[in-house]
Each structure stands twice: as C-alpha cells, then as structure tokens.
C-alpha cells in the first residue's frame, strides 16, 4: 500500500493506516504523504519508511514505484486528500497500473466520477470507495434480513446523521477540518449534505437493496456566515416503492455521530444505530421484538456476511476503527484473489466506483431540488 495525503497530524491518514494494518495483511511501503516536502519527509520518517520510498509529490511516487519488480512495488494506493484533491491522483494512479482506495467523496463532480469509472473499466483494476458505516456486521445483518424477504415489501425508510460539531463558526476560529469542509472551493456545491447526508442515503441504499429514484429536498445554512448548508432535509422516493426521510445537520449542538437508519416492510421493521453499533433491533408485527447481537454464540441466527465481520466475542464492542478495518480487508481479500487467480468468498464486499458515482449523483439531484421550484425531483446519474 502507498498512501497520498495523511501526514503526520491529519485525522483520516491516520484511522486509514489503522484500518489497514489491523489484519497484517497490507503494508504502508510508501507514499506521497503532504503537498510540503518538508512535511512530508518527516511524516514518512516517522512512520518508518525507507527513505528512498519517501516521495515529495505523487506523480514522483507512481513513476518510481512502476519501475519496481512487480513483488516490490506497491500493490495499491490510498488518497486521503481533501475532496477536491481525489480525481487527479486516483486518475494517474489507474493509468499507471495501481488500483486505488480512496476516501468519500470519490471525487469534486460528477462528470469527474463518471470519467474514473470509465478508467477503472478500461483498466480492469480495482477502487474500494471507503464508505465506512458499510463496514459493520450488523448492518450487513440488517441487508441480508431484507434480502431474505423476512420483513416482506419494504415500504418505509427513515435515516438520520446528527453531529454538532459546527454548531459555531469554526472555520472561522482555525479548526482546519471545519475551513475545508465548509469552503464550496475545496469541499465541493453540497456542506452537510455532501459530507453526512451521503454517507446516510449510501446505507440507506445498501441496507434496503432499493435506490433513490425522486427526491425533494430543503437545505438551510443555520450559522450565519458560512458559505454552504449546515443542515437539511430530503423526502425520497424508491425504484422499490419505498418511500421515507433524509435528515443531515451538523449545527445539532451536543450530538457527536448519530447516524441511524429504520427500515418498515409489511411484516415488521429493524433499527441499527451507530453509536450502539453491536446492537441490531428487529420488530415484528405479530410477535416479539427481537435484539440481535454482533458476535453473540447464536451464530446459526447470523449471516455469514455478518459473522464473517465481526472480530471479537460478544461484549467486546466493534466500532469505527473495525469497521473501517473490514472495508481494507475485504478489499485486501479481493485484489489477493484477483492476482493469485482465485474465487472471491461470497461474503466478501466492498462500496465501489459505482457507489461513488450514486453519492456525486446524490449531492447534484440535493442541490438541485433545492434550488428549483418543482416539489419532487427525478433523480439523474
């Protein structure tokens, strides 16, 4: 693995090195790790790399890694840049035959989504996208639970991502997550909405095995100020029948990361919430609710694709950190099948190009919506 971005003090390089390492099955063997070279030598010395494989820019790393033996080089890289960063480097990435993990969103635009799919088809190589809340065993329980057709047609889904953090004028007051975030420049035409609110129509998605086909959306930017919105609300509609809610806010002052999605069908609904990640609540119409538990000793009541993710006994909660873990692993397990020319396990998954298309197409249908007088808009790719 090589990684672009993520030096030394940056939040996400850091859980994705985490994440990574957690299964001894990847290794960090370079990597491009700041846009200051200074910077970016000391982060790669700190994190033990040779010093020949400490690069000042990424287009110095893949030309030096591509001339490497195929088992030196690196196998992959990560981007972990700030969004309107991620098209260029994972675009020269494929070109020069690395496939590529890279951190939500895929890219700035949507036409720049579309053309990262179309390289990763010509190149036949591979693009984990790390939408992390996919990652939990429980959520995946929750998928194959509606899979299975137990909740019968689904008709309601009602998903939510709360978080505080921007409460104030932060970017005013040198918190550096905050001045990116919320600048249209670097952050891209959607705030809260392009940051959380993706992330909950992605699990919403995933969960139900529905997509977003209409929506209609109101975007408010709560703290006077700022540049783009900082809460909002998106009715929906599904190609399933589906229909339900989208509420997105980071001005929700005291609330940390409350993500949590409720899906309704004719014979019940289920519950996940990510702050109580283990915990999955199954309600039925006729009979008792039941509560479902990662790692539990009733495997034989799990999917496989559940229990294939969970990494300790029960009690010992997963969070975060393993979840995002199981997206490297998963992606590892994959790409190792790929070039030793074996089966992929079935229980094996991971968010792809196709998912960051949706999430570009999401913030685009979002602020459209919004911005029109028309009440529901048809949701375009």
């Known amino acids: 693995m090589g990684m672009i971005g993520g030096g030394k003090d940056a939040f996400i390089g850091a859980i994705h090195r985490i994440a990574a390492n957690m299964d001894g099955q990847i290794e960090l063997v370079c990597g491009a790790l700041s846009m200051h070279p200074e910077i970016a030598q000391e982060s790669g010395r700190l994190l033990f790399l040779p010093e020949d494989r400490i690069y000042n820019t990424y287009d110095e790393m893949f030309k030096a890694e591509a001339q490497k033996p195929a088992d030196e080089r690196m196998d992959f890289v990560t981007i972990v840049t700030p969004n309107f960063a991620h098209f260029a480097p994972a675009m020269q990435a494929l070109e020069n035959g690395f496939n590529v993990v890279i951190e939500k969103p895929i890219t700035f635009t949507l036409e720049e989504a579309k053309q990262l799919k179309a390289k990763v088809e010509e190149t036949g190589l591979m693009l984990l996208l790390t939408h992390t809340y996919a990652g939990y065993p429980m959520v995946k329980q929750a998928r194959e639970i509606i899979k299975s057709g137990a909740l019968g ?10 978080q505080g953090w921007l409460s104030r004028l932060s970017e005013r007051e040198g918190n550096a997550q905050a001045s990116w975030r919320t600048d249209p420049s670097k952050s891209g035409k959607a705030g809260a909405m392009g940051d959380i609110g993706t992330h909950a129509a992605h699990l919403a998605e995933y969960i139900s095995g529905q997509k977003i086909d209409e929506l209609n959306a109101s975007l408010n930017i709560v703290v006077d100020g700022r540049m783009l919105d900082d809460d909002g609300a998106v009715l929906l509609r599904f190609d399933g029948g589906a229909t339900g809610t989208l509420i997105a806010s980071q001005v929700a002052a005291g609330e940390e990361n409350a993500l949590s999605i409720r899906v309704f069908g004719e014979n019940g609904g289920l519950e996940w919430e990510q702050m109580e990640p283990n915990t999955l609540t199954i309600k039925w119409f006729d009979k008792p609710a039941e509560t479902l538990r990662a790692g539990s000793g ?47 396990p079935e229980w094996v998954d991971f968010p792809s190009v196709d998912d960051g298309i949706r999430g570009m197409a999401f913030i685009n249908n979002v602020v459209a919506s919004n911005g029109s007088n028309e009440k529901w808009t048809k949701y375009t790719i």
């Open 153 to 162: 047609k689904v008709r309601k889904i009602y998903v939510e991502y709360l």
């Open 298 to 344: 009733y495997t034989d009541r799990l999917a496989g694709a559940a229990t294939s993710n969970c990494r300790t006994p029960g009690g010992h909660p997963e969070g975060y950190l393993e979840a995002f873990g199981n997206l490297y692993r998963n992606f590892a397990i994959a790409l190792s099948a790929k070039i030793e020319g074996r089966e992929v």
